[in-house]
């Protein structure tokens, strides 16, 4: 079975902090993205990645930086964080060629106080 | 950029019920895939569409990508109340390597 895992469940950080978010994946997947989930807004995408030290802007990345220097990671960082950033985070990762099928971790939930 | 409108955005139903979720846009995807999403848990996909008219079966679930692949609906016979969850609709870009999301329906299904 494909494995996602998230660093953390639940993060509470203070304005200005600097966040990192860790995501692991043990598929040998090329694609690694991150994405934020508000209600009704459903999953937005911030950054994916399609190879080690390679990355791509989603939808909205201001605010956020990543990182990939292994395959199978793939690291979401909050330079100085602010309290518009209190949402859920996704990784998911997925394999190239073919049907893009996602496998996504369970989330971290971060709020920003 | 691409859109998907997903409704209703909340369902509230009765054990034994029908009900049907429809993911709308004016885009065309290479493929559509809508994902099952538990509280506390990231997404879980239940079923990939590719071609256009497809309709895909998965026990009380039926999946069907509109002819035009612009389109999706999922239909529940019979809800249950372990069918309670969101349920996001997906559809592919051209190359197949990014996810465009509904916004998801939250569905609860009462005993």
């Known amino acids: 079975d494909v494995k996602v895992t998230q660093s953390s469940r639940y993060l509470v950080k203070r304005t200005g902090e600097k966040v990192f978010l860790e995501c692991v994946q043990d598929m040998d997947h090329e694609n690694m993205f991150w994405y934020r989930q508000d209600p009704g807004l459903g999953l937005r995408l911030i950054y994916f990645s399609y190879d080690v030290k390679m990355k791509e802007k989603g939808d909205i990345p201001e605010g956020y930086s990543v990182s990939r220097e292994k395959k199978e990671r793939f690291s979401l960082i909050l330079e100085s964080a602010s309290t518009n950033q209190t949402s859920m985070y996704l990784c998911?990762?997925?394999?190239?060629?073919?049907?893009?099928?996602?496998?996504f971790g369970a989330g971290t939930r971060l709020s920003v106080l | 950029t691409q859109l998907l409108e997903q409704s209703p955005q909340f369902l509230s139903i009765q054990e034994g019920e029908n009900l049907t979720v429809y993911c709308n846009s004016s885009s065309v995807f290479s493929s559509l895939q809508w994902y099952r999403q538990e509280p506390g848990e990231g997404p879980v996909l239940l079923v990939t569409?590719?071609?256009?008219?497809e309709v895909k079966k998965l026990k009380r679930l039926t999946f069907q990508f509109g002819d035009a692949r612009k389109d999706s609906s999922l239909h529940i016979t019979a809800a249950q109340p372990g069918d309670t969850g969101l349920y996001l609709c997906?559809?592919?870009?051209?190359?197949?390597?990014?996810?465009?999301f509904g916004a998801g329906t939250i569905l609860r299904v009462k005993s």
């Open positions: 998911a990762s997925s394999s190239t060629g073919g049907i893009d099928i996602q496998y």
């Open positions: 997906a559809g592919a870009n051209e190359y197949g390597n990014k996810l465009v």
């Open positions: 569409v590719v071609t256009g008219g």
